[in-house]
């Protein structure tokens, strides 16, 4: 089936270092990827959708200059953390669309997560 | 939540009751997933049911929409300690956006 990877999966840095976050989709090709942030004991958040070859969809109230989309090939969606914060610590999910799936059907595939601590 | 609410946001049950769980959205949906999380772990998807679909079954779990309501519940049977997790509903109108999520406890 289809795999999404997600690294890292832990990751601790200091306030005011940039952290970056990659999303790969493992066997199928991907054109939207989606980011997704979550705190502890809530639900996940869309944060922003990610497009290849296109600038990434913002949800309201998430910062694009905080929270920097790449979305360069059709395999791998990377986001960065400019300048973390502590109320930056949370868990990050991506999701990857299967694009040859049908849009009817089941397309989505969740990379396993990263937990930020700002430090 | 960004799309809708579920009830209860936790629930305590014994093993071997039933569990279940109900979801609210907001928009028109292709499909609506359920997905369960361990805490602190990723996302597993446990069945979707697709926006013409009425009700579908999976092993002990069985899953309901009613689009005129915009709502669907989760059933799960004879649930087991190891069933203890939280549960998200996720609508996919072209992107995914999860309900808010109910904490299950089974207790042994």
């Known amino acids: 089936g289809a795999v999404v990877s997600q690294h890292p999966s832990r990751v601790i840095c200091k306030s005011g270092t940039s952290v970056k976050i990659e999303c790969r989709s493992l066997?199928?090709?991907?054109?939207?990827m989606f980011w997704y942030r979550q705190f502890p004991k809530k639900s996940l958040m869309l944060m922003a959708t990610?497009?290849?070859?296109?600038?990434?969809?913002?949800e309201q109230g998430v910062e694009k200059d905080k929270f920097l989309i790449n979305h360069a090939s059709l395999t791998l969606s990377t986001l960065t953390v400019t300048s973390a914060h502590p109320e930056d610590s949370s868990f990050y999910i991506c999701?990857?669309?299967?694009?040859?799936?049908?849009?009817?059907?089941?397309?989505?595939?969740f990379g396993s997560g990263t937990r930020l601590t700002v430090v | 939540s960004q799309q809708g609410e579920e009830d209860p946001q936790a629930l305590s049950i014994q093993e071997g009751e039933n569990a279940t769980m109900n979801c609210s959205y907001k928009?028109?949906?292709?499909?609506l997933q359920w997905y369960r999380q361990n805490s602190g772990r990723g996302l597993v998807h446990l069945i979707l049911?697709?926006?013409?679909?009425r009700e579908k079954h999976s092993g002990r779990l069985r899953v309901t929409l009613d689009t005129s309501k915009k709502s669907s519940s989760l059933l799960i049977t004879a649930s087991r300690a190891a069933d203890t997790a939280s549960y998200f509903c996720?609508?996919?109108?072209?992107?995914?956006?999860f309900g808010a999520g109910t904490r299950l406890t089974v207790k042994p």
């Open positions: 999701s990857a669309r299967d694009q040859g799936a049908p849009s009817s059907n089941y397309g989505y595939t």
């Open positions: 066997d199928f090709q991907a054109t939207t």
């Open positions: 990610s497009n290849e070859g296109s600038k990434a969809t913002y």
């Open positions: 928009t028109s949906i292709n499909n």
């Open positions: 049911i697709r926006s013409n679909e």
């Open positions: 996720a609508t996919d109108a072209n992107d995914m956006r």
